[in-house]
Nanobody, 118 residues
Framework: QVQLVESGGGLVQPGGSLTLSCAASGIPFSISRMGWDRQAPGKQRESVATVGSGGGTIYADSVKGRFTISRDNHKNAVYLQMNRLQPEDTAVYFC????????????WGQGTQVTVSS
């Protein structure tokens, strides 16, 4: 059974920091591309950051220089360090796991709410 369990969301003031964590099970973690998506109210879900099995990272332009994604293959975990948070970062953040070669899959967790407000 695949499980992606996010934690670490909450309320933070503008300019503050949060670290999201995702614990994965039921997938071949070390060969999966892991990532974080987010969905703000009334907006489409967007990819925030991904980290490949080799450690290569990709970030959305809106978070470059502020967010850092990392993974720990020993713990089957992926993290998103978010600094200098802004109100427009308010969204539900989803952990994702993807394998792009056979057998392919793409899974998401249930999400964790991040609210940036004074």
């Amino acid at each position: 059974q695949v499980q992606l369990v996010e934690s670490g969301g909450g309320l933070v003031q503008p300019g503050g920091s949060l670290t999201l964590s995702c614990a994965a099970s039921g997938i071949p973690f070390s060969i999966s591309r892991m990532g974080w998506d987010r969905q703000a109210p009334g907006k489409q879900r967007e990819s925030v950051a991904t980290v490949g099995s080799g450690g290569g990272t990709i970030y959305a332009d809106s978070v470059k220089g502020r967010f850092t994604i990392s993974r720990d293959n020993h713990k089957n975990a992926v993290y998103l360090q978010m600094n200098r948070l802004q109100p427009e970062d308010t969204a539900v953040y989803f952990c994702s796991a993807e394998k792009t070669f056979w057998p392919k899959f793409h899974y998401w967790g249930q999400g964790t709410q991040v609210t940036v407000s004074s």
